[in-house]
């Protein structure tokens, strides 16, 4: 089997979509290449006395906006190629979603469950110290988020630290993204990724000249999926989809996959999950020992929401899924791509359809540097302009309306309906954009180069601008 070079594989989209722009040369060289890379090791005392050597990595991709933005992830896989390429991929992601960053990444190679909670508290403050010491940290300087194997917890670390080391800089908490809400997160953080990625899988699904050439018929509703990976995007996708009545045929986990034709309730498998210790042996489910098994299941939809070459040369011809949507990143190799592309399967790219999670981030980096939670100046006003409107309708047309019917149509907007509709929007948008350049650029043009020539255009646009590249 060849070694995954996963840097390489983003090279490849990148030089696909370059040669449908008309950019200089040096400059798609200067967009394409990785800005910074800093690699970090340190000294661990472990619980039981041991020392052990602990390695981090931080790359920036791309400086023409700043900060640089990107997740921190906790995994045996991450080295300087793993986070290379999603540094890339995020200098991407947030144009294509005009979020304006440059690109990051950072990971620490550990097997996160091998660690109690006190070892990975001393490890992420440790890695926040390393990345503060070298400026690889800071709200205007490159922010980071969660990722695989790290959630809020670890951001309220890091926020915590920054804050100690900054001697009273006002914006600090501003220096990381995905913080609990009562240490400066923003509500819809959390489930922001999985929530982007249903939007997106839903506009996909809603276009009928698109969706009818797989035997498709429009609308999410009833579509057959699976989901390989329960963590904080696989779940959310997966719940948002069940709640838009899709029916989750397929579910999967490290230790197992688990079948069910007439669809799993997620819910129910998360908690006969937290009860076993595992997805398997759910009440009505077959199990499929080989959880990687499930990637070639008979399904509509197959969402990869767990790592990166999930999906390779060696199974593509076995996917029976109509559509490949790319929750995490880097599921598809291009090898594999090549083979569904053959197939007639349609993949909506990660670079796109993961965007959720940047795009929320940005909103609580906005908050955290206004100071003031979203809808909070203005949420009565527009309640009583509301009122008030009601009112002359009221007495314009003599009718009454019912408590019920004036409190629904009044309703001011909290922080989460703001939030959710500035994702919603967003996603839709980015969609039609990338869509509207395949179409402009031909229809043997998948969504991923469409992506990328989207993304490569904007980016390109920034550096144009600074006059230094013709
Ligand atoms: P997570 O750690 O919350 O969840 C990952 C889940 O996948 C875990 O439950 C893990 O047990 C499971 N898993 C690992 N290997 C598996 C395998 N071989 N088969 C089945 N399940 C497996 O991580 P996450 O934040 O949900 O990230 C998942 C993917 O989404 C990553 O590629 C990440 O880069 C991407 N992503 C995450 C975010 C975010 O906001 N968290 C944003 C954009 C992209």
Request: charged share 25%.
């Amino acid at each position: 089997m060849s070694k995954f070079r996963f840097f390489e594989q983003v090279n490849r989209s990148f030089d696909r979509a370059a040669k449908l722009t008309r950019h200089h040369p040096t400059l798609l060289d200067q967009i394409k290449a990785c800005n910074a890379v800093y690699y970090i090791s340190f000294p661990l005392k472990r619980d039981d006395g041991t020392i052990e050597v602990i390695h981090g990595w931080r790359a920036e991709h791309s400086h023409h906006r700043l900060p640089t933005k990107g997740g921190i992830r906790y995994s045996m896989s991450v080295g300087d190629d793993e986070i290379m390429a999603l540094a890339a991929l995020m200098t991407y992601k947030c144009a294509i979603v005009d979020v304006p960053f440059g690109g990051a990444k950072g990971g620490v190679r550990i097997a996160r469950h091998k660690y109690s909670e006190a070892e990975i508290e001393r490890i992420t403050r440790r890695y926040t110290f390393e990345l503060v010491k070298k400026r690889f940290i800071g709200p205007g300087i490159d922010v980071p988020a969660p990722d695989f194997g790290t959630g809020p917890k670890e951001m309220a670390w890091i926020a915590d630290t920054y804050m100690t080391l900054s001697g009273g800089d006002i914006n600090a908490l501003a220096c990381v993204t995905g913080k609990p809400v009562t240490q400066g997160g923003i509500r819809g953080r959390v489930e922001a990724t999985g929530r982007g990625v249903f939007f997106g899988i839903r506009e996909a699904c809603g276009i009928a000249e698109d969706i009818k050439p797989l035997g498709l018929s429009p609308g999410i509703e009833g579509k057959r999926v699976v989901v390989q990976g329960l963590g904080n995007v696989g779940y959310h996708a997966a719940k948002f989809l069940q709640e838009g009545g899709a029916v989750l045929v397929g579910l999967a986990e490290y230790e197992g996959a688990i079948w069910k034709a007439d669809g799993l309730d997620v819910d129910a498998v998360m908690e006969h999950r937290r009860e076993t210790g595992s997805i398997l042996n759910f009440p009505g489910a077959t199990n499929l020992p080989r959880s990687s098994d499930i990637l070639e299941v008979d399904c509509d939809i197959l969402v990869p929401a767990a790592l990166e070459n999930q999906i390779t040369g060696e199974n593509a011809s076995r996917v029976k899924a109509k559509i490949v949507a790319e929750a995490a990143n880097g599921p598809t190799t291009s090898e594999a791509e090549a083979v569904l592309k053959q197939k007639g399967v349609m993949i909506i790219p990660d670079v796109y359809l993961n965007a959720g999670g940047v795009t929320v981030s940005y909103f609580e980096w906005l908050k955290n540097l206004s100071h003031v939670r979203f809808g909070r100046m203005e949420k009565r006003f527009e309640e009583g302009a509301h009122r008030r409107l009601l009112q002359v309708v009221q007495r314009v047309t003599g009718k009454e309306f019912s408590e019920a019917d004036v409190l629904a149509s009044t309703r001011g907007a909290t922080e989460e309906d703001i939030v959710n509709s500035g994702l919603e929007d967003t996603m839709i948008a980015a969609y039609h954009q990338i869509r509207d350049t395949r179409l402009r650029l031909g229809s043997s043009i998948d969504l991923r180069t469409a992506a990328f020539v989207v993304a490569i255009d904007k980016v390109a646009v920034s550096y144009e601008e600074l006059g230094i590249f013709p």
